[in-house]
């Protein structure tokens, strides 16, 4: 980037997602961005359960934090483009969009079975919400169809969608914590270490409450489990999860190996 650039942003701000903040700060102020169609980056996805979701609450608290700081600035703004505007509006909501949706999951499961609403759902209506399920995964499956046999791919997509949909907890935590609170920008750990089943428990206890008293508010207003069970089925999976997916004992003295010879 230009000084000038920098300058006239007045350097990084201190939010949680500082980066989303600069360029839209830089770009408020006529500078754009050029993509270097020569340069190729990769990016280390989080070493395990753990990591991934500290992660996925960060992106949340700071998505959360954008959108409070920055929502009015971006619909009055006479220097951004609309495709530029709605591009921000896509990216930066999806993660917080969970605090909205708890309220739909509300009104469905508690307000409207305690006014005695008679209701009835088609089949039908299931097909966007498979759909959004499904939509993350579509670029690993386009890339991996060729790649890897069928049977692992779809091994593979179910676990993608237990792992996202065990992030819900997080979500609605992460983002009603910096809603009424200060977002705090969390460091992805870059380190793994072995962990048993009872640790597992332990660590995902938060999530498994969650879902046991989603459960039983569920029965007890609309006597079946079935309105929630998207919810609550991935956040029971949280444990299994964070035991199956760590890496072995081979990688960990591969990765401690590396660390050693790095620092030779």
């Not at 956040?235 to 003295?253: D, G, I, K, S």
Request: glycine share 4%; charged share 15%.
């Amino acid at each position: 980037m230009s000084k000038q650039a920098f300058d006239a942003a007045g350097g990084f701000p201190l939010m949680v997602a500082e980066d989303l903040c600069f360029s839209l700060a830089v770009r408020e102020h006529g500078y754009t961005t050029v993509f270097a169609p020569d340069v190729t980056c990769q990016e280390e996805f989080p070493v395990d359960y753990l990591a991934f979701r500290k992660r996925h609450s960060k992106w949340t608290q700071g998505n959360m934090e954008f959108i409070r700081k920055n929502t009015r600035p971006i619909m009055t703004s006479r220097q951004l483009h609309w495709y530029e505007k709605l591009d921000i509006v896509l990216f930066t909501y999806a993660l917080p969009l969970t605090a909205v949706f708890s309220v739909f999951v509300v009104i469905n499961v508690v307000v409207l079975p305690m006014m005695h609403a008679s209701f009835q759902f088609p089949l039908w209506m299931l097909i966007p919400t498979v759909a959004f399920l499904v939509a993350p995964m579509v670029n690993d499956v386009v890339f991996h169809w060729a790649r890897m046999a069928h049977t692992k791919l779809l091994s593979y997509s179910g676990g993608s969608m237990m792992l996202y949909g065990s992030m819900y907890f997080t979500s609605l935590r992460s983002s009603l914590k910096s809603m009424f609170g200060n977002s705090v920008f969390l460091v992805t750990p870059k380190d793994s270490t072995a962990i048993s089943f009872r640790e597992a428990l332990r660590s995902t206890r938060s999530e498994l409450i969650f879902a046991g008293v989603l459960a039983v508010i569920s029965l007890v207003f609309t006597r079946s489990v079935f309105p929630v069970f998207l919810l609550v089925l991935p956040a029971m999976v949280a444990p299994y999860l964070m035991v199956r997916h760590q890496p072995t004992r081979a990688e960990l003295h591969e990765r401690q190996r590396g660390k050693v010879l790095q620092a030779a």
